[in-house]
């Protein structure tokens, strides 16, 4: 096995089974509004949070194998759980308290933050006109959402 290879596989990004809950509070510690899914059994995103707003807590039941992701609720852009883009729960400790899950936004390229704010500030038919390098332009055209590059999952969406 060569260094690049990796020994450990990524959980499957769907919920397995609802048999050890886990007790969690998720916190916007972002700027922006957050839409929070659920991926269900079938892999298939379940929205539990809409437009959720800067510094608000929301108390979730939910089970260790139960994946959640959260998504900017304008531009759908990736937000991350305490640093990754999956989260995936613990089992409850029998502690009385839940466990505090902040959800922020990530770190990105220069280069792709400026084409995120670029396509938030102008219509879609100005971007060919823009006076900037043309391998630019053509990144805002065929990219429709400017993922994080650090992710393990690097979970691709079609305009969602």
Same mark, same amino acid.
């Given at each position: 096995m060569t260094g690049a290879q990796n020994c450990e596989q990524s959980p499957p990004l769907r919920s397995q !089974? !609802? #048999? &050890? $809950?886990?007790? &969690? @509070?998720f916190r916007n510690i972002s700027s922006r509004k957050v839409d929070v899914y659920w991926l269900d059994y079938k892999g298939q995103k379940v929205k539990y949070m809409e437009n959720f707003s800067t510094d608000r !807590? %929301? %108390?979730i039941n939910t089970? =260790? @194998? +139960? $994946?959640w992701i959260a998504r900017d609720a =304008? @531009? +759908? #852009?990736?937000l991350l759980f305490n640093g990754k883009e999956v989260y995936f729960p613990q089992a409850w400790d029998g502690r009385s308290e839940r466990t505090?899950?902040?959800i922020h936004i990530p770190v990105f390229k220069l280069t792709n933050r400026c084409i995120q704010v670029l396509k938030d500030s102008f219509p879609e038919q100005a971007i060919p006109e823009f006076d900037i390098p043309r391998t630019l332009i053509? #990144?805002? &055209? %065929?990219?429709p959402n400017i993922q994080f590059e650090d992710s393990p999952y690097l979970l691709k969406e079609s305009g969602t």
């Amino acid at each position: 096995m060569t260094g690049a290879q990796n020994c450990e596989q990524s959980p499957p990004l769907r919920s397995q !089974n !609802n #048999d &050890i $809950p886990a007790f &969690i @509070t998720f916190r916007n510690i972002s700027s922006r509004k957050v839409d929070v899914y659920w991926l269900d059994y079938k892999g298939q995103k379940v929205k539990y949070m809409e437009n959720f707003s800067t510094d608000r !807590n %929301h %108390h979730i039941n939910t089970y =260790v @194998t +139960h $994946p959640w992701i959260a998504r900017d609720a =304008v @531009t +759908h #852009d990736v937000l991350l759980f305490n640093g990754k883009e999956v989260y995936f729960p613990q089992a409850w400790d029998g502690r009385s308290e839940r466990t505090m899950i902040n959800i922020h936004i990530p770190v990105f390229k220069l280069t792709n933050r400026c084409i995120q704010v670029l396509k938030d500030s102008f219509p879609e038919q100005a971007i060919p006109e823009f006076d900037i390098p043309r391998t630019l332009i053509e #990144d805002m &055209i %065929h990219k429709p959402n400017i993922q994080f590059e650090d992710s393990p999952y690097l979970l691709k969406e079609s305009g969602t």
